[in-house]
T-cell receptor, first 114, second 109 residues
Framework: NAGVTQTPKFRILKIGQSMTLQCTQD?????MYWYRQDPGMGLKLIYY???????DKGEVPNGYNVSRSTTEDFPLRLELAAPSQTSVYFC?????????????FGPGTRLTVL | TQLLEQSPQFLSIQEGENLTVYCNSS?????LQWYRQEPGEGPVLLVT?????EVKKLKRLTFQFGDARKDSSLHITAAQPGDTGLYLC?????????FGTGTSLTVIP
């Protein structure tokens, strides 16, 4: 049981390039989330999904896209990377809401846009 | 956007001291979570509180959810170096979570 895995661990992009951050969970969780964490700050929700085929915007969705074709995978797409997207990105999953809402986080992807 | 303010932002104490971290908001949340994050890792859940006024204890850590479900506190008794880390509160509203800016705790041996 690997939990939540993210790839890559580190990436450097040039302005205007695109990339996909991969996230996979093996806990059969319905809910999945993408957050970004800037230095010295808490986490900001980018997108979330409550099940396969369903996605919705969080607090800071601009410049990102997601898809959820399977329960296990929730990739995050960055189009036209900008320096403001330099951050650490965390994927998380949870079984449900309320007392079942414990989020399990991946190890993060550290992205730098130059 | 829901705003969760944590205080203090930084805290450095000696081993054995007690401390309290606060998480305040003007918004009502259906639940509130506390996480601890180590450098280079993702946050790890410590506790979830759901009912207004709820108090939960986890060994030397005591968590309280405000009666109006807008605020919470984390109290650590006899802090140890292993308690060092970034403490984050997160409020649940619908299917979204709003995180506080965090309290960075250093416990000096």
């Amino acid at each position: 049981n690997a939990g939540v895995t993210q790839t890559p661990k580190f990436r450097i992009l040039k302005i205007g390039q695109s990339m996909t951050l991969q996230c996979t969970q093996d806990m059969n969780h319905n809910y999945m989330y993408w957050y970004r964490q800037d230095p010295g700050m808490g986490l900001k929700l980018i997108y979330y999904s409550v099940g396969a085929g369903i996605t919705d915007k969080g607090e800071v969705p601009n410049g990102y896209n997601v898809s959820r074709s399977t329960t296990e995978d929730f990739p995050l797409r960055l189009e036209l990377a900008a320096p403001s997207q330099t951050s650490v990105y965390f994927c998380a999953s949870s079984y449900g809401t309320g007392r079942s809402n414990e989020q399990f986080f991946g190890p993060g992807t550290r992205l730098t846009v130059l | 956007t829901q705003l969760l303010e944590q205080s203090p932002q930084f805290l450095s104490i000696q081993e054995g001291e007690n401390l309290t971290v606060y998480c305040n908001s003007s918004s009502v949340f259906s639940s509130l979570q506390w996480y601890r994050q180590e450098p280079g890792e993702g946050p790890v859940l410590l506790v979830t509180v759901v009912t207004g006024g709820e108090v939960k204890k986890l060994k030397r850590l005591t968590f309280q959810f405000g009666d109006a479900r807008k605020d919470s506190s984390l109290h650590i008794t006899a802090a140890q170096p292993g308690d060092t880390g970034l403490y984050l509160c997160a409020g649940e509203d619908g299917n979204q979570f709003y995180f506080g800016t965090g309290t960075s705790l250093t416990v000096i041996p």
